[in-house]
């Protein structure tokens, strides 16, 4: 078992890492002092997997446990559903002293996260993530939040967790497909913050894609302590946490305009951290070399690293892009790295480059 501080003084919270966990969660719960009643949001795809355990354990723990069950997938992030939670919650009387447990992925703990922050006006949180993205990224770090039609997380809040449970067996059910997604996330950690990450993720591969326990743990645990760091040194996002946005900037624009159900938040990352390399390589002398071996990466892990659009996909992918939180005067804003270990935010990206390098990666449409 691996455990990590997120360090944000009275507000600072462990994550815990490693296997069986799910039977711990009351007495962790427990431990941090937390109210007599709880509940439990959860997806319908996990629910059937994770639900039991987890209040058996709580009820153990002399915990009172609500579930409350959202249909699974990104579309879920809505203020509809916020909505149902907060009926449920009133329903089963929960109080000031009372806490939310997401468990799940990062739809679960997004949403979870911003009824916590918003229910009585505020109420203790847990994160319990099931899936590899949320272990490394969404769970940790306090943004939570759902997505409007115009674009993704335009509503939420920063809202810290009091704990972080990643329990490392609930991954050996994830469908390959969400695994791998999940690997997005990870392969950014090595180009913002680390070379030698970036380079174990090469040299390592194969087996994390065999979800190897021994050589995942740790990759797991070195994610969360990049991740510890930088909210630790930037809770609100003014400066070097928007570093953790690299590839996000075309990949929530791919997801709005796709409407959240064709691609995986990784996937949709995975070819927005190609473009950004290839931006870094136009603007901030990214070498090349170091371009193909991103690219090679996310091949070997199985990701996208390129996609083709119609001429007005790619219109509304541009103005998807203005409606992101990154955008600043009307200037959309990109995380351009100099090499591999190290980004930095800010960068204004004229629209005719843009285009350009989307028709580099293959966005560019066959339509004249």
Do not use: W
């Not at 919270?13 to 959860?42: D, E, H, M, W």
């Not at 997997?49 to 959202?70: C, H, M």
């Not at 000031?96 to 505020?122: C, E, K």
């Amino acid at each position: 078992m691996k455990s990590v501080k997120v360090p944000l003084g009275e507000r600072s919270y462990q994550i815990v890492i490693g296997p069986s966990l799910l039977k711990a969660v009351g007495r962790k719960c427990k431990q941090l002092k937390l109210g007599q009643s709880c509940a439990v949001i959860t997806d319908d795809r996990v629910e059937p997997l994770y639900a039991k355990p987890t209040i058996d354990s709580l009820k153990a723990s002399g915990f009172n446990v609500t579930l409350i069950t959202i249909p699974a997938g990104e579309k879920s992030k809505n203020l509809r559903l916020v909505q149902n939670c907060y009926d449920q919650l009133a329903q089963a009387r929960l109080e000031r002293n009372s806490f939310v447990l997401a468990l799940g992925g990062g739809v679960v703990g997004d949403l979870a996260g911003f009824v916590a922050a918003t229910y009585l006006r505020g109420v203790d949180f847990v994160q319990v993530p099931t899936t590899l993205l949320s272990q490394v990224d969404s769970s940790v770090g306090g943004k939570v939040g759902v997505n409007l039609k115009a674009g993704k997380n335009l509503v939420g809040a920063f809202y810290q967790p009091r704990l972080v449970l990643c329990d490392l067996d609930t991954l050996q059910t994830l469908p390959p497909r969400e695994f791998k997604a999940g690997l997005a996330e990870v392969i950014k950690y090595g180009i913002i913050d680390d070379a030698r990450l970036f380079k174990k993720l090469e040299s390592e591969m194969e087996r994390i894609l065999k979800q190897d326990p021994k050589v995942l743990g740790s990759i797991i645990a070195k994610c969360c302590q990049i991740k510890a760091k930088v909210v630790g040194a930037d809770e609100k996002e003014s400066g070097l946490r928007a570093t953790l946005n690299y590839g996000h900037t075309i990949g929530h624009a791919i997801e709005a305009i796709t409407r959240y159900g064709t691609f995986l938040h990784g996937e949709a990352i995975s070819i927005g951290q190609i473009a950004a390399g290839v931006l870094s390589h136009a603007l901030c002398q990214f070498p090349e070399k170091d371009m193909e071996r991103i690219r090679a990466l996310f091949e070997k892990a199985k990701l996208p690293t390129s996609l083709r659009f119609t001429a007005t996909q790619r219109e509304k992918l541009m103005k998807a892009m203005q409606l992101d939180k990154k955008v600043s005067n009307g200037k959309v804003k990109f995380v351009l790295a100099s090499r591999i270990g190290s980004v930095s935010p800010g960068h204004v990206v004229p629209n005719d480059m843009i285009h350009a390098v989307l028709e580099q990666i293959g966005l560019e449409s066959s339509e004249s």
